[in-house]
């Protein structure tokens, strides 16, 4: 069985920082991408950003120069650290991963539980 932890969230000012970490654990051979999505109250979950195996990033253009995502395969983790952080930021945000594990030689798609983010004005 494959878990996707998420840690890092909690309550921040207009303008804070904060530091989401993802960890994987279980039956994993490999991991290909990984990435945060967020849905705030009354909107639909939307990709943040997202990282290859192989390292190519992709953000959405609201958070482009503000949020930096990173990946340690030794660690089975996944970062988001986010700069300049705005009200219009606040949502749970959501780790996920597509994970290679025994049987599933194609990956298949794993969601965190979530973490809030609150950014107060």
């Known amino acids: 069985q494959v878990q996707l932890v998420e840690s890092g969230g909690g309550l921040v000012q207009d303008g804070g920082s904060l530091r989401l970490s993802c960890v994987a654990s279980g039956s994993i051979f490999s991991i290909n991408a990984m990435g945060w999505y967020r849905q705030a109250p009354g909107k639909q979950r939307e990709l943040v950003a997202s990282i290859t195996s192989g390292g190519r990033i992709n953000y959405a253009g609201s958070v482009k120069g503000r949020f930096t995502i990173s990946r340690d395969n030794a660690k089975n983790a996944v970062y988001l650290q986010m700069n300049s952080l705005k009200p219009e930021d606040t949502a749970v945000y959501y780790c996920?991963?597509?994970?290679?594990?025994?049987?599933?030689?194609?990956?298949?798609?794993?969601w965190g539980k979530g973490t809030l983010v609150t950014v107060s004005s």
């Open positions: 996920n991963a597509e994970i290679v594990g025994p049987g599933n030689y194609y990956g298949s798609n794993y």
